[in-house]
């Protein structure tokens, strides 16, 4: 037996015996029980931008659910949040100061708080996919922003997690809004209902003119300074590609299935020097039945911003915008078949409200697998860039050791920023 087969039988045995554990149901954690809730009781993991917008959402469409604790790397910045939230929402943010958790120990304090039947997890994404299985093995709720994981390991414990939360009962919805916006729905329902006829390929684009890059503050440790800075990082964001690029990468999954292959390149010309992200980068994705998507993402500024999605089928075009874009369906000679506005706003809503009426139903949604395999997708074209390799889902999901996540970290732990990935030298792991 080699290694790599070695491996992989001891992860589908891990697996199984993950899955097979979890039927032994209210284990562990779930003080207000897995009993179907009138009120839920929210804890948010991670107060930053989308944190706080998806308490936000979530206490705006739902009348019965409540936030009660917080968890945040600086429990300061969460209690302005706190602040903030009980302005607009009054009782329901009902957060106590002895609720709000600072520290990287945050999330614990949070998943392990008795009140808390739900638990948002929005920090930066390499924490994600082992927040995810702690919040799971506690028997939490769980709705989790995208993208849930940034390789090979971060796969295997959303896959694991997926079967844990489907044997005991608890909902995982994930923070991929587009599933819900009604452009995108119906457009793919069209498409589904052979609207374009064969759907042959698509392009998928997240082009725009730069992002984000937060300085090093004086006195800040090695840590700290990548915490904040976590874009730039690809342990914690997964370059572009995973941490924005998901987005469309997900639609393409959605209509194709997950991608057999892909072969990408790409490279940097404007990114701060201690930056590890690549700022451009073009993945062909081939899709079972020979079917092509071709993908770029770039964030240069002063270049042409390109957000959209089309799916190309033998009688005719769908073209998905983005955020607010809405969606339009064309025959082969252009005669306009549907035409939607976008809402990105009531799809953040959605989310949650499916998120609360699954689990006050009794009927968890469990998503995480759907997105676990986008997100890997994701991380398939930024490994085969990186190496200049093709790269296969078979050695994605079977072969792959990848284990970015600094495990054991703490504030103190030294780290220097790793060299921009190099083709030709950087290994497929
Ligand atoms: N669905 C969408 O359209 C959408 C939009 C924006 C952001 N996001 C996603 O939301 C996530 C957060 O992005 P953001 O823009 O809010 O970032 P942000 O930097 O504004 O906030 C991140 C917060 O998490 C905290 N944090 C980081 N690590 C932590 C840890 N281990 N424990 C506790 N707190 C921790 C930070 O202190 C910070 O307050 C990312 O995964 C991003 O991709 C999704």
Redesign the pocket.
Known sequence: MTDKTHRRDFIKQASAVTAAASIAPFAIGAPRGRRALETINLGV??????????CNDSLTINDNVRLVAM????AD??RDKRDQLREVHGAKVAVEDSRIYG??E??EAVIDDPEVDCVLL????G??PW?IQRAVEAGKHVFA???VCLDAAGWHACQAAQAKAEAQGTAIVT???YRRQQNYTQAIKHIQDGMIGEPISGTARYCSTGIWYRDREEGMTDAEYQ??N??HFTWL?GDQIC??AV?NIDVMNWVFGNPESCYAMGGRFTRPVDSEMWDNMSVDYAYPGGKMVSFRCRQVPGTKTDVDNVIYGSEGIAYIKAINGGSRIVDRNGKELYSERGN?GAA?RQEHKDLVDSIVAGKPIVEVDQTADSSLTAAMGRESAYSGMPVTWEFMTEESEQDTFKHGLTLDTPMEPREPAVPGRYPLT
């Open positions: 993991v991670g107060t930053g931008g989308r944190g706080t917008g998806a968890g945040n790397l600086r910045k969460a520290g990287l945050a999330y929005t920090t930066s994404p924490f994600r927040h922003e995208k993208p923070g991929t809004q915490l904040r976590w874009m964001s941490e924005q987005h990105i953040y």
